[in-house]
């Protein structure tokens, strides 16, 4: 009798346990729960809803499996046994999805991180091979300036050559003529000084032209008597070569 009478002792402050707890407000993923919607946990348990569980932190599992043991004896009869069994169960299946979903997440992460580092090396070696090319064309361009420069000076010291052989050969011719002009006027007895001052003032005239022409390309004044030697000791007028 004693017996029966225990049992029935703790039937009754069970039952006064879940009448206490069934007014009772839980909050569970930021809203507010109470023992009349433990049945709403145990059909998404039983995966009937997928997305009763959508966004769940692992702190929302914990405050579900509080409340599901703070309401035994409502919902559907089946579950009081099973039903934080499912939640653990759940909770795993999610922290195993979260845990695949970093480790996707860190992938792409590195894969995005080494696709960014291709892509700066790429570009790196793009300047450097566009930096290499204007460095040679550059270098180019300035080796074709000097060679134009050195071909123009080349040409010009030709010329210069050229004249002066004239202008001395014009001066010999002269001189002769000035010699054979003296030796008739000696034979004759007879000077012809119109002729002679001709030929002299053409001899002045030949000579400061030929002097002209090495004043022009001497170097500093020098004392160079021809074109080559002027050539050998005049500064270079043309660009450096790169």
Not at 35 to 46: K, M, V
Not at 48 to 76: R, Y
Not at 214 to 221: D, K, L, N, Q
Not at 223 to 235: E, G, L, M, R, Y
Request: glycine share 6%.
């Amino acid at each position: 009798m004693r017996f029966r009478f225990k049992i029935a002792a703790g039937a009754a402050a069970a039952a006064f346990a879940c009448m206490s707890h069934a007014s009772e407000t839980f909050l569970v993923h930021s809203q507010a729960r109470s023992c009349s919607d433990i049945a709403q946990l145990d059909i998404a348990t039983g995966g009937g809803n997928d997305g009763f569980f959508a966004g769940w932190i692992d702190q929302d599992f914990q405050d579900a499996i509080t409340w599901a043991s703070a309401c035994k004896g409502h919902g559907q009869p089946f579950a009081d046994d099973s039903r934080i069994q499912r939640i653990q169960h759940v909770r795993e299946v999610f922290a195993s999805q979260r845990r695949r979903e970093e480790i996707r997440a860190r992938d792409a992460a590195e894969q995005a991180a080494a696709a960014a580092r291709r892509a700066s090396e790429a570009e790196q070696r793009a300047a450097a091979a566009s930096a290499a090319e204007e460095k040679r064309v550059r270098e180019a361009n300035s080796r074709a300036t000097r060679q134009t420069c050195m071909d123009g000076q080349a040409y010009s010291f030709y010329f210069a050559e050229q004249e002066v052989v004239s202008f001395r050969e014009e001066l010999a011719e002269l001189k002769s003529e000035q010699a054979r002009e003296r030796l008739v006027s000696r034979e004759a007895g007879v000077r012809n000084l119109s002729n002679e001052y001709a030929l002299g003032s053409k001899i002045v005239e030949v000579k400061e032209q030929l002097q002209d022409r090495f004043e022009r390309y001497r170097a500093g004044g020098g004392k160079a008597k021809s074109i080559a030697a002027v050539k050998a000791t005049a500064p270079d007028p043309c660009p450096p070569a790169p």
